[in-house]
């Protein structure tokens, strides 16, 4: 597993928990559209802390609560 797969896993998880679709987490982060779907598409393979702090401020999250789940902690990730 690569480290844009779990990001994008994490993502997708809590959209779907928050009810909300990448489309509506792109506004509410102040993040292009272009930016979330080249990160959710795996074109984007290592993410800006700016990116992810953005995204976790339109989560109503801090970062380290986005980036605090067990696959982000216990991966040994493949070279990208």
């Known amino acids: 597993m690569t480290y844009s797969d779990v990001i994008i896993r994490r993502l997708t998880d809590l959209c779907s ?3 909300i679709t990448i489309n509506r987490l792109a506004t509410l982060s102040g993040i292009t559209q ?7 598409k795996g074109k984007t393979k290592n993410p ?8 976790a401020i339109g989560l109503d ?5 986005l980036l605090n789940f067990p696959e982000m902690n216990e991966t040994i990730f493949e070279d990208e």
């Open 48 to 55: 800006k802390l700016k990116t992810l702090h953005k995204l």
């Open 61 to 65: 999250m801090t970062v380290s609560e």
């Open 17 to 19: 928990e928050r009810n």
């Open 34 to 40: 272009s930016t979330v779907d080249n990160l959710m």
